[in-house]
């Protein structure tokens, strides 16, 4: 059971490259989300899955694309990467029931854009 | 927009030391998390409080959720070198399209044996 998993754990892109970052859960959660974290600006999200098959927007997904590809992967693409993605990106899945809810995170890529 | 705000943004203290976090919004939440973070890893869950006035205690961490559901706290009690890390409030927005988490920006916490 690994929870959570996302490749590459580091990235460098030159400004204009395009890359994906893959995600992947084992938990059998119906709900994924991608996040990016900066100094001082905590965790935000960028777009969100709530079930397979569909995808929306969080607080800031411009220049981001996602494919929730099946129940498990969840995948994030940059197509034109620019120095203001520099940044640490979470992949987390979530689970909800009718009086709980928790979101578990994977080990995070670091991505850097010069 | 659901805001956060998270107090104190950076705390250093001594072994032993007791010391409280505190998470305060205007909007009310469905639930709200507890989360811890070292560096160069994700964010691990602690605890999730969902009843207004709820408090749940987990070995020397005690979380407390406001009567209203729109703020937090986290009091650690004799704190060890472990315990430090970053520690992020996230309250939870459930809508039709799916739950949403909203970060505060954490607190920085580094204890001092």
């Known amino acids: 059971n690994a929870g959570v998993t996302q490749t590459p754990k580091f990235q460098v892109l030159k400004t204009g490259q395009s890359m994906t970052l893959q995600c992947a859960q084992d938990m059998n959660h119906n709900s994924m989300y991608w996040y990016r974290q900066d100094p001082g600006m905590g965790l935000r999200l960028i777009y969100y899955?709530?079930?397979?098959?569909?995808?929306d927007k969080g607080e800031v997904p411009n220049g981001y694309n996602v494919s929730r590809l099946n129940k498990r992967e969840f995948s994030l693409r940059l197509e034109s990467a620019a120095p203001s993605q520099t940044s640490v990106y979470f992949c987390?899945?979530?689970?909800?029931?009718?009086?709980?809810?928790?979101?578990?995170f994977g080990p995070g890529t670091r991505l850097t854009v010069t | 927009t659901q805001l956060l705000e998270q107090s104190p943004q950076f705390l250093s203290i001594q072994e032993g030391e007791n010391l409280t976090v505190y998470c305060n919004s205007s909007s009310v939440f469905s639930s709200l998390q507890w989360y811890r973070q070292e560096p160069g890893e994700g964010p691990v869950l602690l605890v999730t409080v969902v009843t207004g006035g709820e408090v749940k205690k987990l070995k020397r961490l005690t979380f407390q959720f406001g009567d209203a559901r729109k703020d937090s706290s986290l009091h650690i009690t004799a704190a060890q070198p472990g315990d430090t890390g970053l520690y992020l409030c996230?309250?939870?927005?459930?809508?039709?399209?799916?739950?949403?988490?909203?970060f505060g920006e954490g607190t920085q916490l580094t204890v001092n044996p």
């Open positions: 899955s709530a079930s397979e098959g569909t995808t």
């Open positions: 996230a309250g939870e927005a459930r809508e039709t399209s799916g739950s949403r988490l909203t």
């Open positions: 987390a899945s979530g689970l909800a029931g009718q009086s709980y809810y928790e979101q578990y």
